[in-house]
C-alpha cells in the first residue's frame, strides 16, 4: 500500500470523538499503528467508560480496503469532587414549641467521586440557639448518606429575636465533610410559624399620673407612659384593653385603643371632668385597673393612680357684697377701721389672696394688701378725715387670688363728727333801725351760723 490511514469514529459512546483524537504513525514499512490521545480532560462522573471503534484504511485510488476494531478506555475515578447534597436547598415549616424529636425533613448527601467513594458525615453549622438536631442517621448501599433533622431539647421560640426580626425565618447550614479534608456545605432555612403561648404584657405593673382639675374633657391623662406588648404576631397577638375601677373612677376615664395588636401605646383620656375636684376630698384621687385580655379571658394588668392637683378654679368669696364702717374724724393716720377677709378655695399660690381699695376719696385710707386690715391713711397733717369736708365715704374694695381672679364688694364708710369747730355768723355785724317804742323788729331781724350748736 502506497499510504495507509488509522481513523476513529465512536459508534457506542456518541462523546468519544469530542474527547478523544486518532493519528497514524509508521514503524515499519507497511506498518503502521494508531496513536490514541485526549482531546479534553476526562471527568469520571460525567462518562466513567468510552467505546472507541477504530477504522483502519489503506490508500487505494481506485478500491480501498479497511478494518476495524473496537477500544475501551475505562476511566478511572480520582478525588476530585466535593460532597453532593441529594435534596438541596433545604426548607420547611415547623411550629414553635414543637416537642423535641419532631421531624423537620430529611437531608440526602454522597460524596461526589463516584468510583471510590470516601465516607462522608454531616454536622450542624450556625445553629447558635441550638433548636435542632440530626437523628436517624443512614449509610445506604450506593454509599450515599441521609439523617432527619429534628427539633431538640431547646424549645423553637419564635419570639427569640434571630427569628421574629428575621420575619419568622431561621437559618443555618449542614456540613457534609467527607473522610479526608473536602466538605460542601448548604444553607438550611426553616419557617417557624406562630402559636398564641405569649400574653400581653405591660410595660409597669403601676404608675401614678397627676390631673389638674380643670382639665378639659377628652384630653390624655399627662405623664402616662405604659405600653403594653404580645410578643407573638397576627391574630394570635389580638388583645382587648378595658379600664376596671377599684376607687371612685368609674365614668371619670375612658381607654384607647380598646382592640390593640401586638406592642401598642395606652391611651387614657379624661371623659367627665366634672368628677374632679381637688378641694373634695372624694373627687381628688382616682385608682383603677388597665386590664388586657386574651380571647375573653383577662390576662394580665396594670394600676393607675391619678392625683387631682389644684387649680385656679374658685375666686375669692366674701360673705357679704356690701359693708359699712363708720370712724371718727379726729383719729390720727394709722388708725385700723376694720379687717376685712375674704376666702379662696384653692390651694397654694391661688389660694393667696391680696386686697386693695379704690373710687373717690380712696387716698384717705391704707390697706395692708396681705392682711386685710383697713387703716386711715397718713395725710400729713393731723388728720385726713373732716366730716365737714366729707362724710360718707363710698369704696370698692378687692380681693386677688395669685391666679388672678378678682372679687370686689362696696364699702361704706362713715365720718362720725366731732366738736371741732366754733360755732361761726354768717355775717361779722348786723344792723337794724327801728322805731322808739316798737316791740319787735319788722320784718324780723335774723341771727344765722351755718351750723347749730347745742
Known amino acids: 500500500m502506497d499510504r495507509q490511514e488509522v481513523k476513529g469514529r465512536t459508534t457506542e459512546s456518541p462523546r468519544a470523538c469530542e474527547q478523544f483524537e486518532i493519528r497514524a504513525a509508521q514503524v515499519l514499512e507497511g506498518e503502521y499503528v494508531g496513536i490514541v490521545s485526549l482531546r479534553q480532560l476526562l471527568d469520571y462522573e460525567r462518562e466513567s467508560q468510552y467505546t472507541i471503534v477504530v477504522r483502519a484504511s489503506d490508500g487505494g485510488f481506485e478500491r480501498k480496503l479497511s478494518s476495524t ?44 467521586d463516584l468510583g471510590e467513594p470516601r465516607p462522608i458525615t454531616l454536622s450542624l453549622e450556625g445553629d447558635d440557639a441550638g433548636y435542632f438536631s440530626l437523628e436517624d442517621v443512614k449509610t445506604h448501599e450506593d454509599s450515599s448518606l441521609s439523617a432527619t433533622l429534628v427539633t431538640s431539647n431547646v424549645t423553637l421560640n419564635r419570639e427569640n429575636p434571630l427569628i421574629l426580626n428575621n420575619g419568622g425565618l431561621y437559618t443555618f447550614s449542614i456540613r457534609a465533610q467527607e473522610e479526608g479534608a473536602q466538605a460542601a456545605v448548604s444553607q438550611v432555612t426553616v419557617v417557624v410559624t406562630d402559636v398564641d403561648d405569649q400574653k400581653p404584657v405591660f410595660s409597669q405593673e403601676s404608675i401614678a399620673v397627676q390631673v389638674p382639675e380643670d382639665i378639659a374633657n377628652g384630653t390624655p391623662l399627662p405623664g402616662l407612659n405604659l405600653v403594653v406588648s404580645d410578643g407573638d404576631v397576627g391574630e394570635n397577638a389580638r388583645f382587648t384593653l378595658a379600664l376596671e375601677d377599684i376607687f371612685g373612677s368609674r365614668g371619670v376615664f375612658s381607654i384607647f385603643p380598646e382592640t390593640a395588636v401586638g406592642r401598642t401605646p395606652v391611651i387614657i383620656k379624661v371623659a367627665d371632668s366634672s368628677h374632679l375636684d381637688y378641694e373634695d376630698p372624694n373627687a381628688s384621687s382616682f385608682v383603677f385597673k388597665v386590664v388586657a385580655s386574651a380571647r375573653g379571658e383577662p390576662v394580665s394588668a396594670a394600676v393607675v393612680n391619678v392625683t387631682v392637683t389644684d387649680a385656679n378654679d374658685n375666686a375669692p368669696t366674701f360673705p357679704k357684697s356690701s359693708y359699712s364702717f363708720s370712724v371718727s374724724e379726729g383719729v390720727q393716720g394709722g388708725h385700723l377701721i376694720t379687717s376685712l377677709l ?62 388672678g381672679k378678682v372679687t370686689s364688694v362696696n364699702i361704706f ?29 319788722d320784718p324780723p331781724l335774723f341771727v344765722k351760723s351755718p351750723k347749730q350748736f347745742l
Do not use: H, W
Open 342 to 403: 375674704a376666702n379662696d378655695s384653692d390651694s397654694g399660690m391661688f389660694g393667696e389672696i391680696r386686697y386693695s381699695l379704690k373710687g373717690f376719696g380712696a387716698e384717705k385710707f391704707r390697706v395692708d394688701e396681705e392682711k386685710g386690715n383697713i387703716y386711715v391713711a397718713n395725710c400729713g397733717v393731723e388728720t385726713c378725715l373732716d366730716y365737714e369736708r366729707q362724710a360718707t365715704y363710698s369704696l370698692t374694695y378687692s380681693a386677688t387670688d395669685g391666679g
Open 413 to 441: 364708710i362713715d365720718v362720725e363728727d366731732e366738736n371741732d369747730n366754733a360755732p361761726v355768723f354768717s355775717r361779722r355785724e348786723y344792723r337794724r333801725t327801728v322805731d322808739e317804742g316798737v316791740e319787735a323788729f
Open 69 to 112: 476494531t473496537t477500544v475501551k478506555v475505562d476511566v478511572q475515578d480520582v478525588q476530585d469532587q466535593l460532597p453532593v447534597f441529594l435534596n438541596a436547598p433545604f426548607s420547611a415549616t415547623v411550629r414553635e414549641a414543637s416537642p423535641p424529636g419532631t421531624s423537620v425533613l430529611v437531608v440526602g448527601a454522597r460524596d461526589g
